[in-house]
């Protein structure tokens, strides 16, 4: 019994977390980047005080920043967001071709209006960076 254990159940486990280690490796290592200069704002504050909701001026907006921290090129990535207490989750590059390169940053727009159905009327709603993937 100890043979078999030793031989074919012991190799087999070591492998098993050999594997395991790698992929998590190799996962966290292609995703090494960082958000920046997170920030809410109306889209046309000027206008939207001026003149009102004219063409979608007072929808809200937050804009992103990515920096690509990696060796590699990023080509996808997503992240979470948690708005007014409810959390989203974005992900780019899976349908469009997304590319930053290493060092390299990109700007990200997200309309909350659009998307998280946030009320030009309502006050600013905070948004947080819960976790990236």
């Not at 704002?41 to 005080?49: G, P, V």
């Not at 063409?55 to 007014?84: H, P």
């Amino acid at each position: 019994m100890i043979k078999y254990f030793l031989y074919k159940i012991m190799p087999l486990s070591a492998l098993v977390a050999f594997l395991f280690a790698i992929s998590n490796y190799s996962v966290s290592e292609n995703l090494n980047y960082k958000i920046e200069e997170l920030e809410v704002f109306k889209r046309n504050k000027a206008s939207c005080t001026r003149l009102g909701n004219v063409y979608d001026a007072c929808q809200w907006m937050t804009k992103v920043v990515v920096r690509n921290l990696g060796q590699k090129e990023i080509s996808q990535f997503c992240l979470f967001m948690k708005v007014n207490k409810r959390t989203y989750e974005l992900c780019y590059g899976k349908t469009k071709k997304l590319l930053i390169e290493s060092n390299g940053k990109k700007t990200f727009l997200i309309n909350l209006s659009e998307y998280m159905n946030i009320s030009t009327d309502e006050k600013k709603p905070r948004v947080k960076i819960v976790s990236k993937i």
